[in-house]
């Protein structure tokens, strides 16, 4: 991993634009757009139709998109099974990959498996799992990922259920010693993500904020604002 993105994964408060919202026909202008204007990591979020009733990318979509920029790619796996698919992810270009507590029955594995890459691993949390599942894994992972909406669509309203456990994990953080970031996905505006950074949210994502805007430059440069 360069120094860059090194740097990236520990400056506080960071703005992950969701491609989710993007339009697919245009990933490459669009993700040049938000770059251009400061985003700081992209979030990519794959979905298999089963543990999420939607379909999104695979891996050769990733790895095109790798020829394109620079950006550090966060890799959302919503996706039963990731196991199999995660040493394409890794060969794919992915900086970060976060797979779902629920859907990741011998969990340590799978982060042992992502860590063993030399890349970051993150674990995400449905809005109905509470942060306790995560006692045992925390100290081994670099990110935990809160979903404010319940997976498998951009554009759904904030769950505001989330704060709570935003609190409770960075207590949790904080007896573990852990530096893993917070990071908080679904229903994120300024409204909203001025919400979840006073709970302690270091990563923001955004898919309909950003790329359903009129000026995506200016949705980008308005969440960078806020802190
Ligand atoms: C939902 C995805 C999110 C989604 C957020 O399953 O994980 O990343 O893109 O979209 P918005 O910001 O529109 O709620
Ligand atoms: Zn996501």
Redesign the pocket.
């Known amino acids: 991993m360069s120094a860059e993105k090194e740097r990236s994964i520990k400056k506080m408060t960071l703005i992950a634009p ?1 491609l ?2 993007a339009n697919f026909a245009r990933l490459a202008e669009s993700i040049k757009e938000v770059e251009k204007a400061g985003a700081d990591w992209l ?1 990519i ?1 794959v979905m298999d139709g089963h543990f ?1 009733p939607n379909l999104t990318i695979g891996p050769p979509v990733v790895s095109n998109l790798r020829k394109e920029t620079n950006l550090f790619f966060d890799v ?1 796996l ?1 996706i039963e099974k990731p196991d199999l698919l995660i040493p394409d992810f890794i060969k794919a270009g992915s900086d970060l990959i976060t797979v779902h507590e629920e859907a990741c029955p011998h969990l340590h594995r799978t982060i042992a498996m992502i860590k063993a890459a030399n890349i970051k691993a993150g674990v995400a949390l449905n809005p109905a799992t509470p942060v306790n599942v995560l006692e045992c894994i925390i100290e081994e992972i670099d990110l935990v990922l809160l979903m404010s ?1 319940n ?6 309203s904030f769950i505001q259920g989330v704060i709570p456990k935003i609190v409770e994990l960075k207590s949790m953080l904080g007896a573990k010693k852990s530096a893993a970031l917070i990071q908080v ?4 505006n300024p409204e909203t993500g001025r919400k979840v950074v006073a709970a302690g949210c270091d990563v923001l ?5 950003v790329f359903k805007a009129n000026n995506p430059t200016h949705a980008v440069k308005q969440l960078k604002e806020l802190f």
């Open positions: 969701s989710l919202a979030h979020d999420v959302h919503m909406v997976p498998g669509f951009g554009g759904q996905d679904g229903g994120i994502v955004a898919g309909s904020f």
